[in-house]
């Protein structure tokens, strides 16, 4: 259930309140950092392995990492640059509103206006925009405002590690629910998780949040799915929290955003992917009237506000020259999604519907299939991975990260991400095709004893 306004601001009075004296925030947290299950650790270990042997010298081929290679566009640094050159009224860079400076998020509103055909009457009013701290502390923002310990979330079986992590911090509970066999959650899959919680008698679902296109899948969901699910979320009374960070970043699909469909859905946008700032911790959120207080509160007690210098800079991210060299990086991903695509119709052992779509975002996962694991034997794609790095110089991410733990899919799934070079990819699909029959190899002598 959703905070009031007063319930939020007495939360913040109380002395170190939240970060402090809260135990609802601590137990849940000290119980996720003990567990197992803290899936961006996989993650980290790959990175940390990759960087180690490339500090002894090993060229290493990074397909591993969740952001863009290219740095933020050159019209965006050199306005930061100027911004700090500036004379002292202008440079200090001091607080901001909480929810950020107006300039920009006119600009946001601007460009809901023209990339999704939001009509004059329903253009997004600036008071309902806020500026995160990136998407992470957009996050956080959204869910400490919209849900109370205990309350029950959904999140796909196959989605963004930090959701689960986050959630269970904040003594939220999780529910799984099982992606389709297009790597999509849809209506479909969300109703019959309706469905079986009420044939159980289990409690209700509170919320939901979901990316499209998905991290990791690249799936993503139509303009009509997406409505199907907002307004299946509007009659089932769950907040439907939205996160389009990878919108800008698709490959023939028209992409909808939640609040073309929904009056209660969050919307959580970053500047990290599609405009290539993910140092700059800087994103956004479109909020429903009802939460627009709770959310200043939180803002203004956990954040005070987004990088003040990120902002000044992110108002050159709609510039014609920017937009044409963003471009240009989404053209890179597509011909390097496509080479991917391609090249895994060279491993025969892996049938095509083992691939998720890839309709956007820069990732293609990959599920192994019983046949090419042998799990009692510990040979999984967590061991995959790690044979491809040492051996080949070759830096994957493990579906561990990603997946429900009761699913047992987890160390059959692998995510490449081709974020990075064309050059990169090609050198990396290379050596992963001359790894492969090695591997095949194991499992079949391992499965054989």
């Not at 806020?130 to 923002?141: K, M, N, Q, R």
């Not at 990959?366 to 110089?393: A, R």
């Not at 994957?396 to 070079?421: C, K, W």
Request: proline content about 4%; overall charge negative; some cysteine.
């Amino acid at each position: 259930m959703m905070c009031d306004v007063d319930d939020v601001a007495s939360l913040f009075f109380v002395p170190l309140a939240l970060w402090v004296a809260s135990c609802w925030f601590f137990v849940p947290l000290a119980l996720l950092l003990s567990s197992y299950y803290l899936f961006v650790n996989f993650h980290k270990d790959v990175l940390q392995r990759a960087n180690q042997l490339e500090a002894e010298g090993r060229q290493i081929y990074h397909c591993e990492v969740g952001q863009p290679s290219s740095g933020a566009p050159q019209t965006v640094a050199n306005a930061a640059v100027e911004a700090l050159r500036g004379p002292p009224d202008t440079s200090r860079m001091g607080y901001t509103d909480a929810f950020g400076i107006l300039p920009l998020r006119q600009k946001i509103s601007q460009h809901y206006k023209n990339n999704y055909n939001i009509p004059d009457e329903d253009r997004i009013d600036t008071d309902r925009i806020v500026v995160t701290t990136g998407s992470s502390g957009g996050f956080l923002l959204a869910f400490t405002a919209c849900f109370d310990a205990g309350d029950v979330v959904a999140i796909a079986s196959s989605g963004y590690p930090c959701y689960r992590n986050i959630l269970q911090a904040l003594g939220c509970e999780l529910a799984n629910v099982n992606i389709s066999s297009e790597f999509k959650l849809t209506a479909v899959e969300l109703r019959n998780e309706i469905k079986q919680r009420k044939d159980e008698g289990k409690k209700p679902l509170q919320g939901l949040i979901l990316s499209s296109p998905s991290n990791p899948t690249g799936a993503m969901l139509s303009v009509h799915e997406l409505k199907e699910l907002c307004g299946l979320c509007d009659e089932e009374g769950i907040r439907f929290l939205s996160d389009e960070i990878y919108h800008g970043i698709t490959y023939g699909k028209n992409e909808g955003t939640a609040i073309s469909f929904s009056s209660t859905a969050v919307v959580i946008n970053s500047f990290s992917k599609y405009y290539s700032m993910s140092g700059w911790r800087l994103g956004w959120m479109i909020l429903p009237e009802d939460l627009v207080e709770p959310v200043n509160v939180l803002q203004q007690n956990m954040f005070i506000n987004a990088p003040t210098i990120s902002q000044t800079a992110a108002l050159k991210c709609w510039d014609d020259d920017t937009i044409e060299e963003l471009e240009e990086h989404v053209a890179r991903y597509r011909t390097s999604r496509d080479f991917i695509l391609q090249y895994m119709e060279n491993f025969k052992e892996i049938p095509a519907e083992n691939i998720a779509p890839a309709d956007g975002g820069f990732y293609v996962y990959v599920d192994l299939g019983d046949d090419n694991v042998c799990l009692e034997k510990e040979l999984g794609s967590t061991e995959m991975c790690s044979q491809l790095l040492e051996n080949e110089g070759v830096a994957l991410t493990p579906g561990t990260d990603f997946e429900d733990p009761a699913n047992n899919l987890g160390n059959r799934r692998f995510r490449i991400s081709y974020s990075g070079s064309i050059e990169t990819i090609e050198m990396a699909m290379d050596k992963f095709h001359s790894f492969w029959p090695t591997w095949v190899e194991q499992i079949k002598n391992a499965k054989k004893t």
